[in-house]
């Protein structure tokens, strides 16, 4: 938290300094409703309407100078349940854009801390530090490539449970007891401390067809060392995107993803290789200076272990308020 | 899965299929003129059917004053759909679209809409970096 502070600190001192070119203060308030059939991400658990509220400023500088581009951004976000105990997060941190010379390489840099609190999965609760790097390239007029190099380290605040039961952890339903299943004996369960490194590399690229097509492709690597061997593993996933813009209706995509996680250890000696997968559907319209939008999404798991299992939709609509 | 793949495919098959030969110019933005939907250009690449290609590195664009986007401002590399205005010898041009050309160090949404759309839940493998249970997405 006292990493979140600085940057909070570094935020308001900016926007304070009158001498640094400033460019105005960018505001993003956002609320939304949706029905989320699997919040906890287990195999078998209720599922619950919700409401979202967030909020978001940030502050750029120097951006129509020859300097590089600095940005703060601090970024608030609640998520309240209607069935099922909620979750809050607070993320802050910086990107520069550093001049390159050419008119085609955009090389920057990025780092950000976040705080995540979760009344419904303990386990979840973590506090995060991101650093990063990512090289634009400006193939053509149509095409842009993308490298993304990212480390984040996570802390996570409780101790966690060994893989398959997890859902002894969630946390009962509003007014309804234990929710879930049946909790286990304090004595029986295992737990592990846990704080993670991980290195993430992306690839991406977006395509143009037409000024309203445009289409997003990635593919990724992570290496995910956790202080928990069965929380290690090697990520290789590709995910794809294509979105119909037309200014006067709606921007309208199709996006999906994929991935395989293959884990360095599980219980009882299970090799553990998960797929990782899903798919949406949405549509945002801006009018004005507010952007509505509405999703809806499915993420599927399968895994060897028992309790990991599991597959969730979400619907949401909302809408963004940006001045 | 298999038709989640399927479906982008098709899409994706489509997209090419419906691509419009219309020009599409990548530039550095010189000057701007909002009043009069004025933008000098540098031009950096340009794709199309070819009839109109550049005759020079400069160009002078019209743009819609009630279309012009945020992120025309001098120094920002951006794509300007439309077509020349006159033969192909003719430094004018007439924009229908324009988008930024250049993402944010942070995040890759040349629109800005999906910055916008931060994403709720971050445990489990909805989290969105390091995340979650396994460290999900």
Known sequence: MKRIGSLFLLLTIGCLFPSIPAHALDTDLEVSVGYDDNPAEVDDMDGSGFARYRAQLTQSFFKETEAPDVEFFIDAAYEQYYDLENNYQ?????SLDVPSGSDRFFPGFFAEAAAYRDDLVADDERDELILGGVLQWLVDARLTLILRQTFAWSDYRNRVSLPGQRAHFVAGGKGKGPGGRQPLPVDDLITYARDDDIWSTEAA?????????????SVQYRDVASSDDFESFQEYGGSGRIGWFHPKVAEIFLSGFWSTLDYEDAPQGIEREDDFYGFGVGANRQVGMITLYARFDRTVNDSPVEGENYKKVVAECGLVYSF | MRSCLFILIVCLGISVAVA????????????????????????IDSSGNGSGQPASETLSVAVNPDQMPD???PGNTIRIWGEYLGDGSSLSFRADSIRGGQANGRRNDPTGVRSRLGRGRQGGRGGRMGGGRSSGR
């Not at chain 2, 003129?33 to 540098?42: A, C, S």
Request: aromatic share 6%; charged share 20%.
């Open chain 2, 71 to 73: 992120c025309v401002v």
């Open chain 1, 90 to 94: 607070l993320r802050a941190g910086a």
């Open chain 1, 205 to 217: 690229a977006t395509y143009y067809f037409t000024a309203d097509i445009q289409a997003d492709v």
């Open chain 2, 20 to 43: 419009e030969a219309s020009e599409v110019i990548l530039g550095v933005v010189n000057a701007v003129d909002r009043e009069q939907g004025l933008v000098t250009l540098k031009v």
